[in-house]
């Protein structure tokens, strides 16, 4: 039998043991109640779902247009004689290399398509114009006759020309920034309308171009199916060489030599356009850009809607002549809202009024050279872009 002390000293000190632990007890509950008290409550951290590769948008096949027939000699008199009024096209014209055209062409609605002008090295020269409309060579347009639909010319073909003077190519609006636009920018479905109302598959092939001071190919807003393919562009431009507007798409820009020098911009502008190849092309004089994929947020008022994305740039040689204070060769999101007109849109849930982002994404940069400058002059901020085996041979 133990001893009545010794029992009373176990009691005792089995008291302190649970004291002691219920003490503890209050001081974690305590500090867990003051950190209840400090931070507000965080809600369950939620793993974002894995997202699957984006499939890019493929292609849509090919409108045919049966060729147009010879046009009469009544058109081949307008063409050749002295003046510089405009003369409409919907037939097709083969000129000799001794021939010099000093009128603007003009291939306008469903009615010109088909129709190819063959110059055969002939000249079409609107150089002497005192302004940027009276400068342009070339253009193919829809029309639209009150409140109808839109009537867009498809497969018209210029070819072995030397044009002295701009090209365009629009529908909705020469560019993005006119009221028709500015109007259905305003709906879900402009992107989709812009190019159901514009040209489609217009080819410029084997043509010489020398820029009087301005941007010698416009590829307006909507366009489909362009390109520009076995060419020269020499000249000046104050601008850019090629412009591709928003919501254009599916365009070719390759195997040319852009020797034109531009006054402070980039050569080729892809703006809020999608889905383009720019393959195998010399860029002589990159310095003050090559190549930029931007969205052009607000300019005019207008939605941009159409994010720049899918746009391949492969096998091009950037050829610069010194590698001090250089504009980069390929700018993936070169402005994101950096422009003071990005608050002139409405407000909208659609497109660029949503974000003055690029969102220049799912593009590919590949296998291109960089002839005296360096690797650097290649610039992304996206993961999203594949862009590699750049080559930079000095700089």
């Not at 129709?115 to 829809?142: M, W």
């Not at 969205?295 to 720049?308: A, L, M, S, W």
């Amino acid at each position: 039998m133990m001893h009545p002390t010794k029992t009373i000293s176990l009691f005792l000190a089995s008291l302190a043991l649970v004291s002691l632990a219920l003490a503890g007890c209050q001081s974690d509950l305590a500090t867990v109640a003051d950190a209840a008290f400090s931070e507000p409550p965080r809600p369950p951290i939620e793993q974002p779902p894995v997202a699957e590769p984006p499939t890019v948008p493929p292609a849509p096949a090919p409108e045919q247009a049966e060729p147009k027939p010879a046009c009469g000699a009544d058109v081949q008199a307008k063409l050749k004689a002295p003046g510089a009024n405009a003369v409409s096209l919907d037939c097709s014209i083969r000129l000799s290399s001794a021939d010099v055209v000093t009128h603007a062409l003009v291939f306008e609605g469903a009615a010109a398509s088909g129709s190819v002008l063959d110059c055969g090295g002939g000249t079409i020269d609107v150089s002497a114009g005192t302004s940027r409309k009276q400068k342009t060579a070339v253009v193919v347009r829809s029309s639209k006759a009150g409140s109808g639909a839109w009537s867009a010319p498809s497969n018209v073909t210029i070819r072995n020309c030397r044009i002295n003077g701009f090209v365009r190519i629009y529908g909705l609006g020469e560019n993005a920034n006119g009221e028709t636009m500015k109007a259905s920018s305003l709906n879900a479905n402009h992107t989709a309308f812009a190019q159901a109302s514009a040209p489609k598959n217009v080819r410029l092939e084997n043509v010489t171009f020398k820029a009087p001071d301005g941007i010698p190919i416009y590829i307006g807003p909507g366009v489909t199916g362009a390109a520009l393919v076995d060419s020269r562009i020499d000249g000046k431009s104050t601008s850019v060489a090629v412009y591709l507007d928003a919501e254009s798409a599916n365009n070719t820009i390759s195997n040319n030599v852009f020797g034109i020098s531009t006054e402070s911009r980039e050569l080729i502008a892809i703006d809020g356009s999608a889905n383009n190849r720019i393959a195998n092309n010399t860029f002589d004089h990159p310095e003050n850009g090559g190549i930029f994929v931007y969205r052009n947020c607000g300019e005019g008022g207008v939605i941009r809607h159409q994010k720049p994305e899918f746009n391949q740039i492969t096998g091009n040689t950037f050829r610069y002549g010194s590698a001090f204070l250089t504009q980069p060769a390929v700018w993936l999101n070169s402005r994101n809202g950096n422009r003071n007109y990005c608050s002139d849109e409405p407000a909208s849930p659609f497109g660029s009024a949503a974000s003055n982002l690029d969102f220049a994404r799912h593009n590919i940069v590949r296998d291109n050279k960089l002839v005296g400058g360096s690797e650097s002059l290649i610039r992304n901020d996206d993961t999203t872009n594949d862009v590699g085996a750049n080559v930079a041979t000095g700089g």
